[in-house]
Nanobody, 128 residues
Framework: QVQLVDSGGGSVQAGGSLRLSCVVPTGATHSSTCMGWFRQAPGKEREAVATIDIDGTTTYVDSVKGRFTISKDNAKRTLYLDMSRLEPEDSAMYYC?????????????????????WGQGTQVNVSS
């Protein structure tokens, strides 16, 4: 069973920065077809914030482009989300996710239904 352990959330003021980390101690991140960060605010659906596929192709939701960067360190089996210029609208529970399903690439990584492994979530609160 693959486990994902995400961390790094916290409370910051608008304009601040946070780095989220997701360790995959029992899985090979270099062979994961898709890995991503999703977020869910109260009363809203879980949405894909940023994803990265096995080729290194990244995608971002429009609202975070230019502010967030997704990356992974395969040697450390860790996925990161660097968040800067945070806005109150970024407040949510953030979840990392991974899949090893064959054939997924690029924008297919944005569909939460394609993921079968999830972290427990880490809360981000941004105050104005």
């Amino acid at each position: 069973q693959v486990q994902l352990v995400d961390s790094g959330g916290g409370s910051v003021q608008a304009g601040g920065s946070l780095r989220l980390s997701c360790v995959v101690p029992t899985g090979a991140t270099h062979s994961s077809t898709c890995m991503g960060w999703f977020r869910q605010a109260p009363g809203k659906e879980r949405e894909a914030v940023a994803t990265i596929d096995i080729d290194g192709t990244t995608t971002y939701v429009d609202s975070v482009k230019g502010r967030f960067t997704i990356s992974k360190d395969n040697a450390k089996r860790t996925l990161y989300l660097d968040m800067s210029r945070l806005e109150p609208e970024d407040s949510a529970m953030y979840y990392c996710a991974a899949t090893w399903r064959y054939g997924l690439r690029s924008y297919a990584c944005r569909s939460k239904g394609n993921y079968n492994y999830w972290g427990q979530g880490t809360q981000v609160n941004v105050s104005s």
